[in-house]
């Protein structure tokens, strides 16, 4: 069936005729443009989600004949940002010759090693396990999604009536079996069993779609979804409400966040008792719409249907009442760590009842999702971006669960096909062949002062260490251009950039919230920002007294402390790290305000190591000089007022500063940032009440 519309109530036809008409005749041109399409709404898919393919004649490099080749997404790709070298590409021909082989379901996981021999191009990425799905089927261009309005109808108790009802038997319908050779038999059985039909609904899984050129396929793909959105949302105007409608009303958004800062840090240290997540929030209507409704507990405890959905999102979220926990917040703690007891007791039931002989160990045995009434979603996860694609993999299932219940009754996996599913030996060795974690994967770094010089430097390398990073900086601009260069550098996910003027109490504190909003909780706080005012004792005055130790010694305070606040929350320690500076250990010249802030600076953090102790958070200090190269502090008269101290031309400081240092080195942000490193990169976990000096060697700033 071939179908001639071209506009949709629930989906968007992206399709530019012109820009399609660029790609001439090449046919795995046309195949990346409709997955970037499908792949870029996630009404369609879901990320890293779905495979798209086309087969098309190409010449064999060892004959020269004429060969038909399947290119298709490879293993671990997301279709929004496919590019060829994302495609896997084999010999259709050798592809179904693999059923000469097959020996059956028992022994089906075998045939993935084979695929090997059917690639047809060197550079090709390691084939998907739906790949035998795409080439037994007769058709050039053919899309597997998992589109929620799909899912929804797939994971309905009477979904194959339903199938029928909507697309009167041009549908064909396959009950669940997981993903491999013995499902892409059976897809290949249900087309020869049922000509002319135009996809292929996969209970509990998904959607498969084709058609004889690429914008066929696209066009019925989208027809597709778009009836069955119909279908759903016009008998959910007819039920005027969905879940059984609110159990509880809903607070103003405003205290629903204000909760969430509260807790989240609590949820962040329980998460990561294995090891440490970062995390996610959300709070929008469709979320809340589910989890202050009656029928959450019971659809939550079924947990998911796709696979897709599954594997990111754990068998089950764990819910938590609020109110039916500790109010007082030095209690409320204990009451959160028996619920995550419980749960983990729960999982590790689980595995045991389903476990098969060569079932992999069992893995961390704590939430990914986490409901909490009159509050919201929380996701935990390695990082932030798997944290927010588990976050809108769970509002898929939230939508299919509302489609389902909504023309009939929603149907999960069972627990066994769910542990099945979770615990494959093929997904085992997919985690097998991930990198390893970098040092600071899983750990959230404040930095103060980030928008340049040495601040912007500690970002750079705890960024490329795996950290997630907040940005801070209280001059507008230079915040806007750093953004930029980071967002460039390493997308949005791994860090925010807010204002912050460390002085202002509600500042930090405001800072802090979104930190907890946007990670989930801070490992790190590198005190950084400072100014410099460089004047003799009777040129001094009080304003620039003030200035200096509002900026260097109150904003340390401030930034500590409320750090130190979400750290005890977590219960997982902590790193504070102050940019103190040679001149609190050295007498200078012309330096009485700075360098005296400087000293309260350091002896704070001799203090706050003393105190923090128990708490397992570390205090050290990096003390820099001479950082010339991309610094603030020389702006404003610094670097004049210095080179007037020490009677030199201010183009010859750099050079001067290096002479006087016993390696002759100039030092520059980068030298900061791996003192910082240093501190927290995990070989240091015991050294707390420490200083780097990081001057080229300053004798007269030697601490012994």
């Known amino acids: 069936m071939t179908t001639h519309r071209s506009e949709f109530n629930h989906v968007d036809n992206l399709w530019d005729a012109e820009r399609a008409k660029s790609f001439g005749d090449d046919e795995v041109g046309l195949l990346i443009y409709r997955s970037n399409l499908l792949g870029s709404d996630l009404r369609l898919t879901n990320y890293g989600g779905g495979n798209t393919s086309c087969k098309a004649v190409a010449n064999d490099p060892l004959t020269g004949d004429a060969t038909e080749v399947m ?190 800062v509260e807790i989240a840090p609590m949820l962040r240290g329980l998460c990561s008792s294995a090891n440490r997540m970062i995390g996610h929030f959300r709070t929008d209507d469709r979320v809340m719409e589910f989890v202050n409704s009656n029928d959450m507990r019971r659809l939550a405890a079924m947990g998911t249907s796709c696979p897709d959905h599954f594997l990111r999102t754990k068998i089950s979220p764990l819910i938590i009442d609020l109110e039916s926990l500790e109010a007082d917040p030095d209690l409320l703690k204990d009451s959160l760590s028996r619920e995550f007891e419980a749960y983990r007791a729960m999982y590790r039931e689980y595995y045991a009842e389903c476990r098969h002989p060569d079932s992999p160990s069992i893995r961390d045995q704590n939430p990914v999702v986490i409901i909490i009434p009159d509050v919201g979603l929380f996701t935990f996860a390695k990082d932030k971006q798997t944290a927010r694609v588990a976050s809108e993999f769970y509002v898929n299932a939230i939508n299919v669960m509302r489609g389902a219940e909504t023309v009939s009754e929603y149907v999960s996996l069972t627990r066994q096909e769910a542990f099945n599913i979770e615990y494959w030996l093929l997904e085992e060795a997919k985690l097998q062949r991930m990198p390893k974690p970098k040092a600071l994967a899983g750990k959230i770094a404040l930095v103060t002062g980030s928008g340049g010089g040495i601040g912007k430097a500690i970002v750079r390398r705890f960024m490329e260490e795996g950290a997630c990073v907040v940005i801070t900086d209280n001059h507008a601009a230079r915040l806007e251009e750093t953004r930029k260069e980071f967002e460039k550098d390493f997308g949005t996910d791994g860090f925010i950039a807010l204002h912050l003027d460390v002085t202002d109490r509600d500042s930090v504190r405001g800072a802090m919230e979104r930190v907890v909003l946007a990670f989930g909780g801070l490992d790190v706080i590198v005190n950084n920002a400072g100014i410099s005012i460089s004047k003799p004792l009777d040129e001094h005055n009080e304003e620039d007294w003030s200035l200096l130790f509002d900026i260097i010694v109150k904003g340390q305070f401030l930034n500590s402390r409320e750090s130190v606040r979400i750290m005890r929350k977590q219960g997982l320690g902590g790193d504070i790290i102050n940019i103190v500076s040679k001149n609190a250990l050295v007498s200078g010249p012309n330096n009485s305000g700075y360098g005296s802030a400087k000293a309260a600076q350091l002896h704070m953090s001799r203090l706050l190591a003393a105190e923090l102790g128990a708490d397992r958070i570390r205090v050290n200090v990096v003390n820099p000089d001479a950082v010339i190269s991309g610094s603030n502090i020389w702006n404003d008269g610094w670097a004049e007022g210095r080179a007037k101290a020490y009677g030199i031309p201010v183009q010859d400081l750099p050079a001067f500063y290096a002479k006087r240092t016993l390696l002759n080195e100039v030092i520059l942000p980068e030298d900061i940032a791996n003192a910082c490193f240093a501190f927290v990169g995990g070989l240091l976990n015991k050294s707390t009440g420490n200083t780097i000096n990081v001057d080229g060697g300053v004798s007269a700033a030697f601490l012994r």
């Open 71 to 260: 290119w298709i997404k490879g293993s671990g790709g997301d279709l929004g940002t496919l590019s060829k070298k994302g495609l896997s590409a084999l010999y259709v021909n050798r592809l179904r010759s693999l059923t000469n082989v097959y020996r059956g379901l028992e022994f089906e996981d075998e045939m993935v090693a084979l695929f090997n021999h059917c690639i047809f191009n060197q550079g090709s990425v390691a084939p998907s396990i739906d790949t035998p799905l795409h080439g037994f089927l007769p058709f050039k261009h053919v899309d597997h999604l998992h589109p929620d309005s799909v899912i929804a109808i797939a994971a309905s108790k009477d979904g194959r009536d339903i199938c029928r009802d909507i697309f009167g038997g041009t549908m064909g319908w396959l009950p669940w079996k997981r993903p491999g050779f013995d499902l892409g038999l059976d897809l290949r059985r249900c087309v020869e069993e049922n000509p002319g039909i135009r996809g292929v609904i996969l209970a509990s899984h998904g959607l498969f779609t084709w058609g004889e050129t690429s914008h066929q396929a696209y066009v019925n793909t989208l027809d597709a979804i778009d009836r069955c959105a119909d279908f759903i949302e016009t008998r959910v105007r007819k039920a005027g409400k969905v879940f059984g409608g609110f159990a509880r009303a809903l607070p103003p958004e405003a205290v629903r966040v204000s909760k969430a």
